[in-house]
């Protein structure tokens, strides 16, 4: 979790005035961890803090608030009648083009939310480390100061393909802000109309001779409408390095291609970091399901600190 600048600024760049609305502590048992945000303008919203009337009354609030910032504790279960029974710290900051102008990586790291005096010792301290080691923070409410890095994607995803499957696997991963997903097929008209604005689609006719311009630690899911340029696909990422390739098939695609692939001269070892099967068998052959056995897979291989699950103190 982070903050997300790319997302904020489209929202205020479409909308004008826009409310962001972040988790900041929780207390007990709560629907989302630190650093949940959503977005709020006058005629709609994104993301989520949770659902339920928690969400309701924040994102109602946030639309007539006055004050650029406003740092309030919420009881999930006295005061908005949920089951959760925690409380959570919910810190509310309205945003347009002028207060963007002015934000720094600096005032994201370590921002004044409420009340005033100098940064305390635990905050420099916390941002010392983080400059010493080179790891962000995890997003977190230190007396009147929020501590919460950009978000960056930190996953490079190229997915080959823009079929049934492509198509369900970009709308399943393009929320997840720290991933980058670059989109290649043969023609304009194979993508949909309408693409996230964090999805970068690459119509190519020979779309194997954009390999040499992916990173060499990217990862790939390769799914084509052909065999043919599915292998052709395999044998260049093979030559060109990558993180990892996922291929989507069936155990007799797979034991043809790697008999294929070791003909086209590449080793073993190599030809078995190629996954085939992609996603989770158990779920089923629907689009849909795999595009969320590749999403747990992703998430499974995320670090607890990443998933905010710990916290930096």
Known sequence: MGFDLNSLSRAVAQHGRV???????????????????????????SGTIGGGTLEFNLARAARLQAAPNQLGRHALGPEMGQ????????????????????????????RLVAGHGDMPFKVKRLLAA??????????????????????????????????????????????????????????????????????TALPAQDPARLVRHAPVDANHLV?????????????????????????????????????????????????????CPIGDPDLGKHPQAIAVGVAAALLNERSPQQLGQEKIA
């Not at 609305?21 to 709609?44: C, K």
């Not at 990558?242 to 692939?261: C, D, E, N, P, Q």
Request: aromatic content about 8%; glycine content about 8%; some cysteine.
């Open 19 to 45: 409310a962001r609305v972040v988790v900041a502590a929780t207390h007990g048992s709560t629907p989302r961890e630190v650093g949940a945000a959503m977005l709020v303008w006058e005629t709609g919203q």
């Open 83 to 110: 089951c959760c029974g925690g409380a959570v710290d919910v810190l509310t900051e309205i945003y347009d083009a002028e207060r963007l102008k002015t934000l720094t990586q600096q005032q994201v790291f370590a």
């Open 223 to 275: 799914l084509t409408y052909s065999h043919a340029l599915d292998l052709e696909l395999c044998h260049q990422l093979l030559a060109h390095g990558f993180g990892h390739v996922g291929l989507i098939g069936s155990a007799t695609k797979w034991a043809r291609f790697r008999k294929r692939l070791a003909l086209l001269g590449h080793a073993g070892e190599q030809i078995a970091r190629i996954q």
């Open 130 to 199: 983080t400059r010493a080691q080179g790891v962000p923070p995890m997003p977190q409410l230190i007396g009147d100061w929020m501590i919460e890095p950009f978000e960056t994607p930190t996953t490079t995803l190229w997915i080959w393909g823009a079929g049934h499957v492509g198509r369900a696997l970009v709308h399943t991963l393009a929320p997840l802000p720290w991933v980058q997903i670059t989109w290649v097929d043969t023609a304009t008209d194979r993508f949909p109309d309408e693409i996230p604005p964090n999805v």
